[in-house]
């Protein structure tokens, strides 16, 4: 991937969840008395954590799909560890919604989901791959070195560790390009680039880049295995610290309830920054304003519809003050919207309707995709469908931007500086 780091199947699996979240959003209950702040941000932080705490269940599944893929690689086992990945970026995804205003957040969420990335540094790629300017370490090929000239000096990489991602890895040379760990560098272990361009198809990788001894294809199929296992195994500690910053006595927790003006402020900060800058601006609008499947949020997998999906819907969540958890179960309670509501009825019902007319909108780009015609494709230069069904989603999210900013001045708070994208903002500056 040749841009800089915004920090920013089972499709049975991922499609139940999203159709059992979009019914909770079909009937929208009638407002009681509102809530009291403190009763909003304590919400607000249960659901974090319930959100949380169902993606690390998830990372965890996926560590043990990955361990039965390296013990034995097939075609099966290779399919059941993508599987459990498509089936882990549902919950995450949905934490989204929790950045921006959130500094403990902020500074972590680096860690488990940068991109876009330059994939030469993990292992190898075709010829020609594109990388960030001025990334020496683009080709550096982690996984057939074991010996390494970074940082300044010689690292042994004789042993590949979680520590050695981490702290050695991650973000090497202050490039931000080298992503190391997270969800996106076990997506390229798992699937491989994806060469197909706007055309159809997403990454090939064989199972036998897994496979020791003479059948082994792209060389050091020990070490590949090696690195994708120390990088779920690093996945799944930094969510278990992550988890925990929202327990009952976590940090995260704290920081919104000990001031709840506060927390509301983060509520609103999250929704508004990841509506706009982020999603619409840096996911959606850019990419397709350059038609380039490189800016594609799950480039090698080909799952950036549910992705998209899966953010908006953390989004309403966060308003609607509900969540659905993985085991069924409904996570309800005071929620900003009847906080709102209880300020301006009108206001409340606008975000509300806006936030349902975007899930709409991703519902259907969505549906498109599990259809045929996957997100890279719709990027392709001439496809008014595909343009189409991007550009509904982005309307969607800047509309809502602008009642949330509305919600902000009903509840008599500061006015917030939303996250922006020059590809909203200053669209000719894209192109310098």
């Not at 990334?135 to 042993?159: C, D, F, H, R, Y």
């Not at 294809?217 to 070490?223: A, E, L, P």
């Not at 304003?289 to 969540?317: A, K, R, V, W």
């Not at 719709?378 to 982005?394: C, Q």
């Amino acid at each position: 991937m040749a841009r800089p780091t915004r920090l920013s199947p089972a499709r049975p699996t991922a499609r139940l969840t999203a159709a059992a979240a979009l019914a909770l959003s079909v009937a929208l209950p009638a407002h009681s008395a509102a809530p009291a702040p403190d009763q909003v941000v304590a919400h607000y932080a249960d659901i974090a954590a319930a959100a949380y705490g169902d993606s690390l269940t998830a990372a965890r599944d996926l560590r043990a799909a990955v361990d039965r893929l390296v013990a034995d690689p097939s075609d099966a086992t290779l399919t059941a560890a993508r599987t459990a990945w498509t089936a882990a970026r549902a919950p995450y995804q949905q934490t989204e919604a929790f950045r921006f205003g959130n500094p403990i957040v902020d500074d972590w969420e680096g860690r488990v989901n940068a991109w876009p990335l330059d994939e030469g540094l993990i292992d190898y790629v075709a010829a020609g791959t594109p990388s960030a300017e001025d990334n020496e370490l683009s080709n550096l090929n982690v996984i057939a070195n074991p010996t390494l000239a970074l940082n300044g000096g010689q690292v042994n990489a004789a042993q590949i560790t979680p520590a050695l991602i981490a702290e050695q890895l991650h973000e090497a040379g202050g490039i931000e390009a080298n992503v190391a760990s997270g969800y996106h560098a076990i997506e390229f272990l798992l699937w491989g680039q994806d060469l197909n361009g706007t055309g159809p198809g997403a990454g090939n990788r064989p199972f036998t880049d897994y496979v020791r001894g003479d059948a082994c294809t792209g060389g050091n199929c020990d070490r590949r295995a090696a690195y994708l296992v120390a990088a779920t195994d690093l996945l799944v500690s930094d969510l278990e610290e992550m988890a925990a910053n929202w327990d009952a006595d976590g940090a995260a927790r704290k920081a919104v309830t000990d001031d709840p003006q506060a927390g509301l402020m983060a509520m609103l900060t999250g929704m508004g920054s990841l509506s706009y800058g982020e999603q619409a601006g840096e996911r959606m609008k850019l990419g397709l304003m350059l038609n380039d499947p490189e800016e594609e949020h799950d480039c090698f997998s080909d799952q950036t519809h549910l992705s998209h999906y899966f953010d908006g819907l953390g989004i309403q969540n966060v308003y609607l003050g509900r969540y659905a958890r993985l085991d069924g179960t409904e996570l309800t309670g005071p929620s900003l919207s009847q906080l709102v509501a209880g300020k301006d009825a009108a206001v409340d019902q606008a975000l509300r309707a806006d936030l349902e007319a975007t899930m709409t909108a991703l519902g259907a780009l969505r549906d498109k995709a599990e259809g045929g015609m996957a997100y890279d494709q719709m990027l392709a230069p001439g496809n008014a469908e595909g343009e189409a069904a991007i550009t509904a989603g982005i309307d969607g999210l800047v509309r809502q931007t602008k009642s949330i900013e509305r919600a902000v001045g009903a509840l008599g708070l500061n006015a917030i500086a939303f996250e922006g994208s020059d590809s909203l903002d200053d669209p000719d500056a894209v192109f310098q």
